[in-house]
């Protein structure tokens, strides 16, 4: 997770009295390579044991002992994201509670609910992608599609593309998800008003779906979580506070990564992409080897002692799970993202976490990448960038960073 506050490298740089080294991109972030579980410092001061190893982060991500047990603020210096510190949160229950609010979830995301959302999913892409070539060359496919493109999928899903008071547009989703996703530094003053009216125009929508349900995500979510009776009204509220604003800003991350890679480092794989078979193999790659900030380590509290990967790791200690360092292991994924993208990846991403908090948003990212990429390279195999990776300017701040802007032609 990036710990600078401004908005993009350039704000970032403003005024400063030296020009700072570029950021690489994050497919050249390097990670601590893979070994036994070891003692580390956090960012924040906190002791902690560091978990590296695919199989011993997989494991972590799995134990019950291992839990997220008042680990709301850990981890991170300066200020911590809402979506990460806000106890309601999805991400931060164990137990009970979690395995409650997590079924509730299930009901909503049903495999035959999923299938019915793809064809309008393949839809909104095919839409973006028309209209960025119907303006022509040259464009910035972060204004003109790796923005575009998840905002139309989430408020068609969560049923705010329509008039009246449940409509939301880009603009002030945009200023709600940056306030709920700042991370690091002193947090920007109009951040706790944003939240305020996301906070309340969330309770409002789940009132009037509550009296007025229709097929959208909200009203599912709402109807199962009456339905169970014990899910606390904060938890549905914060739910569906974190499906809108994270689940848009997670693919808009992923695409503009993925396009920065491909177009920047390997623009003779970008035609293939056209060939569906090329586009699974390839896209699920990204994802795994792409993460979407600059620290990829997740945090739990052991409630008992727990042996990883042969040491013993104490109750009560920290430990910090590095998903980015599992997902590099050459001892289970020998071949990186360089080598070739069709081949099927050697073991299952750690990308959307394991276990009981695996990410309930990963066939939402999974299809919008692939329906964008194979859309994309079909109508535009020549599709270039036209600045290299080291001039990009990254959006910061975020628990994300990702492209400010992706200048191509073709």
Same mark, same amino acid.
């Given at each position: 997770?990036?710990?600078?506050?401004?908005?993009?490298?350039?704000?970032?740089?403003?005024? +400063?009295?030296?020009?700072?080294?570029?950021?690489?991109?994050?497919?050249?972030?390097?990670?601590?390579?893979?070994?036994?579980?070891?003692?580390?410092?956090?960012?924040?001061? #906190?002791?902690?044991?560091?978990?590296?190893?695919?199989?011993?982060?997989?494991?972590?991500?799995?134990?019950?002992?291992?839990?997220?047990?008042?680990?709301?603020?850990?981890?991170?210096?300066?200020?911590?994201?809402?979506?990460?510190?806000?106890?309601?949160?999805?991400?931060?229950?164990?137990?009970?509670?979690?395995?409650?609010?997590?079924?509730?979830?299930?009901?909503?995301?049903?495999?035959?609910?999923?299938?019915?959302?793809?064809?309008?999913?393949?839809? +909104?892409?095919?839409?973006?992608?028309?209209?960025?070539?119907?303006?022509?060359?040259?464009?910035?496919?972060?204004?003109?599609? #790796?923005?575009?493109?998840?905002?139309?999928?989430?408020?068609?899903?969560?049923?705010?593309?329509?008039?009246?008071?449940?409509?939301?547009?880009?603009?002030?989703?945009?200023?709600? #998800?940056?306030?709920?996703?700042?991370?690091?530094?002193?947090?920007?003053?109009?951040?706790?008003?944003?939240?305020?009216?996301?906070?309340?125009?969330?309770?409002?929508?789940?009132?009037?779906?509550?009296?007025?349900?229709?097929?959208?995500?909200?009203?599912?979510?709402?109807?199962?979580?009456?339905?169970?009776?014990?899910?606390? +009204?904060?938890?549905?509220?914060?739910?569906?506070?974190?499906?809108?604003?994270?689940?848009?800003?997670?693919?808009?991350?992923?695409?503009?990564?993925?396009?920065?890679?491909?177009?920047?480092?390997?623009?003779?794989?970008?035609?293939?992409?056209?060939?569906?078979?090329?586009?699974?193999?390839?896209?699920?790659?990204?994802?795994?080897?792409? %993460?979407?900030?600059?620290?990829?380590?997740?945090?739990?509290?052991?409630?008992?002692?727990?042996?990883?990967?042969?040491?013993?790791?104490?109750?009560?200690?920290?430990?910090?799970?590095?998903?980015?360092?599992?997902?590099?292991?050459?001892?289970?994924?020998?071949?990186?993202?360089?080598?070739?993208?069709?081949?099927?990846?050697?073991?299952?991403?750690? +990308?959307?976490?394991?276990? %009981?908090?695996?990410?309930?948003?990963?066939?939402?990212?999974?299809?919008?990448?692939?329906?964008?990429?194979?859309?994309?390279?079909?109508?535009?195999?020549?599709?270039?960038?036209?600045?290299?990776?080291?001039?990009?300017?990254?959006?910061?701040?975020? #628990?994300?960073?990702?492209?400010?802007?992706?200048?191509?032609?073709?």
């Amino acid at each position: 997770m990036s710990s600078a506050a401004p908005d993009t490298a350039t704000d970032a740089r403003a005024g +400063a009295d030296t020009q700072l080294p570029p950021l690489p991109p994050l497919h050249r972030l390097t990670v601590t390579p893979a070994q036994p579980p070891r003692p580390t410092t956090l960012p924040d001061g #906190t002791p902690a044991w560091l978990v590296t190893r695919y199989h011993d982060v997989r494991q972590v991500l799995g134990d019950p002992r291992l839990t997220r047990t008042d680990l709301h603020e850990v981890g991170t210096a300066g200020s911590t994201a809402d979506v990460a510190a806000n106890p309601a949160s999805l991400f931060n229950q164990d137990g009970p509670d979690h395995r409650r609010l997590r079924g509730t979830v299930q009901k909503a995301f049903t495999p035959r609910a999923i299938a019915g959302w793809q064809p309008w999913v393949g839809a +909104a892409v095919q839409q973006a992608v028309d209209a960025l070539v119907a303006a022509g060359p040259p464009a910035d496919l972060v204004t003109a599609f #790796t923005r575009p493109v998840p905002f139309a999928v989430t408020t068609r899903l969560m049923g705010l593309d329509g008039d009246g008071p449940d409509h939301l547009d880009e603009r002030r989703l945009r200023r709600w #998800t940056l306030a709920l996703l700042a991370q690091g530094g002193e947090p920007a003053a109009d951040h706790g008003e944003a939240l305020a009216e996301f906070s309340s125009f969330t309770e409002e929508l789940i009132e009037r779906r509550r009296r007025a349900p229709g097929p959208d995500l909200v009203s599912r979510l709402v109807r199962a979580a009456d339905q169970d009776g014990t899910v606390p +009204a904060d938890a549905l509220a914060f739910l569906v506070l974190g499906l809108t604003a994270s689940g848009n800003e997670s693919v808009t991350g992923a695409l503009g990564n993925a396009l920065a890679y491909l177009l920047g480092e390997r623009p003779e794989h970008w035609p293939r992409l056209a060939d569906p078979g090329v586009t699974e193999h390839t896209a699920e790659r990204l994802l795994h080897f792409i %993460p979407l900030g600059d620290d990829e380590a997740t945090v739990r509290r052991a409630t008992a002692e727990v042996e990883v990967g042969g040491v013993a790791i104490p109750a009560g200690a920290v430990v910090a799970a590095s998903l980015g360092s599992a997902n590099r292991d050459p001892a289970v994924h020998p071949a990186g993202l360089d080598a070739d993208l069709d081949r099927p990846l050697d073991a299952p991403t750690l +990308a959307f976490s394991a276990g %009981p908090h695996y990410c309930i948003g990963a066939w939402r990212v999974r299809l919008e990448m692939r329906e964008s990429l194979r859309r994309l390279a079909t109508a535009l195999p020549g599709l270039r960038l036209t600045v290299p990776l080291d001039r990009l300017d990254w959006q910061l701040g975020s #628990t994300t960073r990702s492209p400010a802007a992706l200048p191509v032609s073709w």
